[in-house]
């Protein structure tokens, strides 16, 4: 007789761990299955984990945690062909505890999560694969793995099992993902002098920086560009939405050498080596792609429910939020021995009210404006370029004179108001 | 009802692993740690032999605490119990001191429970000198039959066992008394997929953990770094092989280019 838990997690990635350890530590007697040979081992992130979503779960975890850089400064870059507008904010509160944010290598990071939770008493398998949910009669009841002997019961399963959750389709909770509802990160690690990355980005030890690039980044398709500082690497990358490289024609691993390679970011990663090279599906249809969420005896969570905010590249912390809202939501199931539709929906009222729900409601047409209308990130972001030269160029010309040429470089009346409107737009689909 | 032990080690993955180019050492860090694949052939061959005839698959390796994670892995392949020793005494042990201290551990073991069968891998990946095995067996006095890549028959009741052992032109057949010791061979068997129970055995199993104190009649002269006489004088990484000559032209001139260096090369013919 194959045994049953009270809870079995798919996916042992930020939000099934999350999930995982809260019900562990509950004493709810939870599997957590990884289909790869250690947890971190399969999923890739650019590299930024938020400290307080974590922190719900794991007081002062950065004391332990094997975390890269606290972040003191976020960069944002206007990029043209040879040229950028750029915006930062450097704080040294956000080196200081309580922190705000930090680089990790999720490599590390997940395996460490992890073990938290066995520390706490869940029992972790990986190297298995959950193939589908086993269903009774419209209830799902356990998972059918890929090795032998491989069904596994319990009264509720959480499905954590990342962006294409295969799990959740097969129970019809949502459709394949359209292009558009999905970016291509590729990313490469690249290894560089603790001294020489703490020179370039003028860091103190212990000090991180995050670069996001929009722009010529992507040759003009949604989507940014970035680069982070490990400690002794650099982890730079570019996601876009999988619809423009099809409208476009370009092949991923040819946009990250051209950002590799461009004029304004090659100096930063001059004399690195490539150790890794990562690549990975980000789910960014946002508010409109959540799918069903709950169902009878079944949660899903973090990326499999399309959890990620693109505008502010927040994903593992929503992902952890998500799983330890599942996880409040099956201690109360169990205590009342209920794990019906209409009970686990709390989880769904629980993360529409929480700053999940919230953010990603805000920016519900935001990738999606962007992306219908190409304009922004091919038009905008080079006219912003051409008129911060155009300013600053000291040439003999009156500024009254510059500013006459930026606003003839507007193009014609129609041209502004079309721009006009633009803005309002984006503004709009961003407030 | 069959013991079999199986004894087994945690290596760095040497297919993966960096050196250090200063000290010509291995950067242990640079690689993960795995269960030494020719023992996973090991465990493979008990938990086979234990399905054919009945039994019970202990495993025992040495190593420090991290190790626990090998052993679970051969819970995870079918193992029922395992032992591991762990002390600083043995730290810094060579193969003949290592040998020495799992000997110690076996025969508490046999104490619980006679053993029948020892299987070892050939050798480690990191250590690469296959000593270890052979090094039991002359200690407890028992036939170590090396290179074995063959289980022909294992009779308790007759108390003996015939084997492969694989030569470099071909196989023997040996038939030998039991208990006795082998060391396997990659081809023995296929490295099974473990079945899910096995796997969440794995993972909740700890196993029994000895020190030095916990063995009986254990002369410390001869544990770890004390009882090892091997010394490493000198480590160095082979030449690297020079670079191959490579012939351009057309297709007659490669192969007439190719003929006469090879024509020069008189010794090929010899």
Not at chain 1, 326 to 335: D, G, N, R, V, Y
Not at chain 1, 401 to 425: C, H, N, V
Not at chain 2, 1 to 6: E, G, R, T
Request: glycine share 8%.
């Amino acid at each position: 007789m194959p045994e049953k838990f009270d809870c079995i997690v798919v996916g042992a990635g930020p939000a099934g761990t999350a999930c995982a350890y809260e019900l562990a530590k509950a004493g709810v007697n939870v599997l957590l299955l990884e289909r790869g040979e250690y947890p971190g081992a399969k999923n890739v992130m650019g590299g930024v984990l938020y400290r307080k979503m974590m922190e719900d779960i794991i007081p002062e975890f950065y004391k332990e945690a094997p975390l890269e850089r606290p972040i003191v400064e976020q960069r944002f870059m206007m990029m043209d062909k040879e040229s950028a507008v750029t915006f930062s904010y450097k704080g040294l509160e956000w080196g200081r505890e309580p922190y705000n944010n930090f680089t990790v290598l999720r490599a590390k990071f997940d395996q460490w999560f992890a073990e938290k939770a066995v520390e706490q008493g869940a029992l972790l398998v990986c190297e298995t694969v959950a193939v589908e949910c086993i269903v009774e009669n419209g209830r799902v009841v356990g998972v059918r793995t890929d090795r032998p002997d491989g069904d596994i019961y319990a009264d509720v399963v959480v499905l954590a099992d990342g962006v294409n959750s295969l799990l959740a389709k097969q129970l019809g909770f949502h459709r394949e993902w359209r292009p558009d509802e999905v970016a291509l990160a590729t990313m490469e690690i690249l290894k560089l002098d603790k001294s020489i990355i703490e020179d370039r980005f003028n860091l103190e030890p212990n000090q991180g920086c995050t670069i996001e690039i929009f722009g010529d980044a992507t040759k003009g398709i949604v989507g940014t560009g970035f680069l982070y500082t490990n400690k002794d690497t650099l982890s730079i990358g570019v996601g876009t939405l999988l619809s423009g490289l099809i409208k476009h024609k370009i092949k991923p691993y040819e946009l990250l050498e051209y950002v590799k390679n461009h004029p304004m970011i090659r100096p930063y990663i001059q004399g690195s080596e490539p150790v890794e090279y990562l690549a990975h599906l980000i789910p960014e249809g946002g508010y409109h792609s959540i799918p069903k969420v709950a169902g009878n005896g079944v949660l899903v969570v973090g990326d499999a429910a399309q959890l990620v905010n693109a505008i502010h590249r927040e994903g593992s912390n929503m992902a952890m939020t998500s799983g330890r809202l599942a996880a409040e939501t099956i201690i109360m199931a169990k205590e009342q021995n209920d794990f019906s539709e209409s009970m686990l929906d709390q989880y769904r009222m629980k993360l529409m009210e929480s700053f999940i729900g919230q953010d990603l409601k805000k920016y519900k047409d935001a990738t999606h404006h962007f992306e219908r209308f190409p304009q922004y990130f091919e038009q905008y972001i080079p006219m912003m370029n051409r008129a911060a030269s155009q300013m600053f160029t000291v040439d003999g010309l009156s500024k009254w004179e510059k500013q006459k040429k930026i606003w003839r470089d507007l193009g014609s009346t129609k041209q502004k108001f079309k721009l006009a409107r633009d803005m309002m737009k984006a503004w709009k689909v961003m407030k | 009802m069959l013991h079999i032990v199986a004894c087994i080690k945690q290596v760095p993955d040497t297919k993966i692993i960096k050196m250090n180019p200063k000290t010509n050492t291995m950067d242990r860090a640079s690689a993960p740690a795995i269960l030494n694949p020719y023992d996973a052939h090991a465990v493979e061959e008990a938990v086979r032999l234990k399905k054919e005839y009945g039994g019970i698959v202990s495993v025992l390796t040495m190593g420090p605490p991290p190790a626990v994670k090998a052993i679970k892995k051969c819970i995870e392949l079918g193992a029922d119990e395992g032992y591991m020793i762990s002390d600083r005494a043995f730290a810094g042990a060579d193969t003949l001191a290592t040998s020495y201290a799992l000997t110690k551990a076996l025969e508490k073991i046999a104490k619980q429970r006679p053993i029948d069968l020892i299987i070892c891998g050939k050798m480690t990946i990191d250590g690469d000198t296959g000593q270890v095995g052979p090094g039991i067996a002359r200690r407890l006095n028992i036939p170590p039959l090396t290179g074995v890549n063959k289980v022909v028959e294992v009779n308790k009741e007759k108390g003996y066992a015939i084997v492969h052992r694989k030569l470099e032109d071909g196989y023997e057949v040996v038939k030998s008394q039991l208990p006795c010791l082998f060391t396997v061979e990659k081809d023995i068997n296929d490295i099974s997929f473990a079945p899910l129970p096995n796997m969440i055995k794995a993972a909740r199993y700890q196993p029994t953990i000895w020190t030095a104190d916990d063995l009986e009649n254990v002369d410390r002269k001869q544990l770890g770094l004390k009882g090892s006489p091997t010394i490493v004088s000198k480590v160095w990484a082979p030449p690297k092989p020079e670079g191959g000559k490579i012939l351009t032209g057309t297709k007659e001139e490669q192969v007439n280019e190719l003929l006469s260096i090879v024509l020069q090369k008189k010794e090929l013919f010899s």
